[in-house]
């Protein structure tokens, strides 16, 4: 079992840069086994994978649309992971979710995932 609380939400200005923190509380299964991912959603669209990260930090996947922009983290001794958001956009604004799944590799799907956080609103202005 985990449990996800993300942070580090708010609003900015188009351009300005933004560092989510998901802490994860897990039960049996230590938290460097899961691999974790980001997403986002807006109202009426479904949630968009963001970045992905392996158990030890490497398999990282990106979005399309994320092009150098974020950088995705983890931290295994604080049982938390990060998403460094620079030059954001308009566009970027959204929910932002966390997710944990028991998979090997970072999955880019929603359903990979097998918990997730309450979410955290990016709110960006142009």
């Known amino acids: 079992q985990v449990q996800l609380v993300e942070s580090g939400g708010g609003l900015v200005q188009a351009g300005d840069s933004l560092r989510l923190s998901c802490a994860a509380s897990?039960?049996?299964?230590?938290?460097?086994?899961?691999?974790m991912g980001w997403f986002r959603q807006t109202p009426g669209q479904e949630r968009e994978f963001v970045a992905g990260v392996g158990w030890t930090g490497g398999n990282i996947v990106y979005g399309d649309f994320v092009k150098g922009r974020f950088t995705i983290s983890r931290d295994n001794a604080k049982n938390t992971v990060y998403l460094q958001m620079n030059s954001l956009k308009s566009e970027d604004a959204a929910v932002y979710y966390c997710?944990?799944?028991?998979?090997?590799?970072?999955?880019?799907?929603?359903?990979?995932?097998?918990?997730w956080g309450q979410g955290t609103q990016v709110t960006v202005s142009s």
């Open positions: 997710a944990a799944s028991r998979l090997l590799t970072a999955s880019v799907v929603a359903a990979g995932y097998d918990f």
């Open positions: 897990v039960r049996g299964r230590a938290f460097v086994s899961y691999t």
